[in-house]
C-alpha cells in the first residue's frame, strides 16, 4: 500500500489510548491509516520524527480568537500552524449580539475546529471589561435563542466573575447563567479574579462538568 504520508520513528504520545512509544504513523487521505512500531510500505512523503512526539491535534480550551471585532482575540490559524492545536475553544469572546459575526467570519473562515462558549453578556468582549456591571446585558432571552440557533458549536455558558466585570451586581450575573445553562443543558465556565464576588459565592452555584478558569 502507499501513503500520502508516512511519520517514522517518532514517540507517539496519545492520552486517548494511554499510548507512549516510539511508533510509525502513516496518513492515507488525510485521515491516520496505520499506527505500528515499523510500517513498510511506500509514502509520498516520509518524515523522521526521531526524537520528536507525534501526538494528535491539541486542543486549546481558553482561547480568545474574534479578532478586530473585540478587546480580545488572535486569528486561530496562524497560531495552529505552528502550535499544534487543531480545536479551539473560544472563552466567550461573543456575547449574543456579536456571534453570528463570530460564527461567519472566524468560524466559517478558519482552517482550524472551532467551538465556542458564548458570553452570557449581550456585549461579550467588545471592551476590557465592565461586560456584566449592568445586569440588563444578561439576556437571558437572547442567550438562549442564540444558543439553539448554534448547538453544533456552542458547548456552554461563560461568565466573567470579578470585581471589575460584575461593578456592584455580584454573583447576580452568575445566577442567571446556572439558570440558562440548566434549561438548555450545558455547562458553565466561570473566569474568576479579584473579587467581589467571593470565591466561595461562586463555587456554591457551580456543578460537575463546569469550568473554573
Do not use: C
Not at 60 to 76: C, F, N, R, S
Not at 153 to 164: E, S, T, Y
Not at 171 to 186: G, N, Q, T
Amino acid at each position: 500500500m502507499t501513503y500520502q504520508l508516512l511519520i517514522r520513528g517518532g514517540t507517539v504520545v496519545d492520552p486517548s489510548t494511554e499510548t507512549e512509544a516510539v511508533l510509525d504513523v502513516a496518513i492515507a487521505d488525510g485521515h491516520v491509516a496505520a499506527v505500528a512500531p515499523l510500517i513498510e510500505a511506500e509514502a509520498g512523503e516520509v518524515v523522521d520524527a526521531t526524537g520528536k512526539i507525534v501526538t494528535p491535534g491539541l486542543i486549546d480550551l481558553h482561547t480568545h480568537i474574534y479578532p478586530w471585532a473585540t478587546y480580545w482575540g488572535v486569528e486561530p490559524d496562524p497560531i495552529a500552524a505552528r502550535t499544534g492545536v487543531t480545536t479551539w475553544v473560544d472563552a466567550g469572546t461573543a456575547g449574543g449580539y456579536g456571534f453570528p459575526g463570530f460564527r461567519r467570519w472566524v468560524v466559517n473562515a478558519s482552517q482550524s475546529r472551532i467551538f465556542a462558549f458564548l458570553n452570557l453578556s449581550e456585549l461579550g468582549l467588545t471592551g476590557r471589561t465592565f461586560e456584566l456591571s449592568n445586569i440588563e446585558y444578561a439576556d437571558a432571552k437572547l442567550v438562549a435563542g442564540t444558543v439553539e440557533r448554534n448547538r453544533d458549536i456552542i458547548v456552554g455558558i461563560k461568565v466573567r466573575a470579578d470585581a471589575l466585570t460584575t461593578r456592584g451586581t455580584g454573583v447576580e450575573p452568575l445566577r442567571i447563567a446556572r439558570r440558562v445553562a440548566d434549561d438548555l443543558d450545558l455547562p458553565i465556565m466561570v473566569h474568576v479574579g479579584k473579587g467581589p464576588p467571593a470565591l466561595r459565592e461562586i463555587i456554591t452555584l457551580l456543578r460537575p462538568g463546569d469550568v473554573l478558569t
